[in-house]
């Protein structure tokens, strides 16, 4: 298993990242079907307004001690 991670702005580091993605209908399955493309754009939510286009660097970085734990927890309350 590969260590966990968080997506956060390089400019402000706030972590609500957001990526564009294209979906389609699909009537088979009745909901709709993501093409995830990992060339499509991340945006910094509190960023992206200040600038047209977005032209925040998103990255990633490891999740600290602190961030494993919320993780960890958040797992454990869905499961029940």
Not at 1 to 8: C, E, K, L, N, S
Not at 26 to 54: I, K, M
């Amino acid at each position: 298993m590969t260590a966990p991670i968080i997506w956060v702005c390089d400019e402000c580091g706030g972590d609500d990242v957001i990526k564009t993605m294209d979906c389609e209908w699909d009537f088979t399955l009745q909901e709709w079907v993501g093409n995830y493309d990992t060339r499509q754009d991340l945006f910094c939510s509190a960023c992206s307004h200040r600038q047209v286009p977005p032209l925040v660097k998103i990255v990633k970085r490891p999740l600290n001690i602190k961030e494993i734990a919320q993780l960890a927890i958040k797992k454990q309350e869905a499961t029940q």
